[in-house]
């Protein structure tokens, strides 16, 4: 049930980047385009939480690959926060 929840979450996330993305192509704000780049690195968290808990199980531990792969996403959307203030 849990690997489930793992697939779902990773295309909820991919849909929403893609959606963002298309808004962006759309309209042209730059704010659209940081969120859309936080969602790809959410879907990598995602897919890289399914690869490690569901897949490789105990065998290998991928928790370090999926928190940088989680900040690198949420550090972009705080970067296009801060750069679009200006």
């Known amino acids: 049930m849990a690997e489930a929840v793992y ?4 295309l909820t996330s991919l849909a929403c980047g893609i959606m963002l993305f298309r808004a962006y192509r759309r ?4 704010f659209l385009l940081w969120a859309s780049l936080c ?6 968290n995602n897919v890289l939480l399914y690869v490690d808990l569901a897949i490789v199980g105990t065998d290998v531990d991928l928790s370090v690959p ?5 900040l690198a996403g949420i550090g972009l959307l705080v970067f296009g ?4 203030e200006r």
């Open 7 to 10: 697939v779902l979450c990773a």
């Open 27 to 30: 309209s042209g704000q730059r």
């Open 39 to 44: 969602f790809v690195g959410l879907v990598l």
């Open 66 to 70: 999926r928190v940088a792969t989680a």
């Open 81 to 84: 926060l801060v750069w679009e």
